[in-house]
Nanobody, 126 residues
Framework: QAQLVESGGGSVQAGGSLRLSCLDSGSPYERKCIGWFRQPPGKEREGVASIHTIGGNTYYADSVKGRFTISRDNAKNTVSMEMINLKPEDTAMYYC???????????????????WGQGTQVTVSS
């Protein structure tokens, strides 16, 4: 059974940057959508970005466009998300998830993703 392991979280000041990584133990050539979700303190979990493992198409939530960049390295079987100009409202637990054969554009439905990582904490201070 495939597993996902996130890394790269931490604490930074506003305006700083972090790079999150998601290691996929499954086949690097499996056709599927890989997504990043986050859950701020006291709020519902929300989709952030996604990328397709084969086509390479990327999608972003409006709140992170221009600041976050998702990418995939099939040789290492990892998906990364570079985050720049971080804001306090970006503070959340970030989760990597693997989904169905296709991404649903910029629509992020948790039910589309059947495999989830353990999460990595991102804290941004003012």
């Amino acid at each position: 059974q495939a597993q996902l392991v996130e890394s790269g979280g931490g604490s930074v000041q506003a305006g700083g940057s972090l790079r999150l990584s998601c290691l996929d133990s499954g086949s690097p050539y499996e056709r599927k959508c890989i997504g990043w979700f986050r859950q701020p303190p006291g709020k519902e979990r929300e989709g952030v970005a996604s990328i397709h493992t084969i086509g390479g198409n990327t999608y972003y939530a409006d709140s992170v466009k221009g600041r976050f960049t998702i990418s995939r390295d099939n040789a290492k079987n990892t998906v990364s998300m570079e985050m720049i100009n971080l804001k306090p409202e970006d503070t959340a637990m970030y989760y990597c998830a693997a989904g169905a054969p296709y991404c649903r554009g910029a629509i992020f439905r948790e039910s589309d993703f059947g495999v989830w990582g353990q999460g990595t904490q991102v804290t941004v201070s003012s």
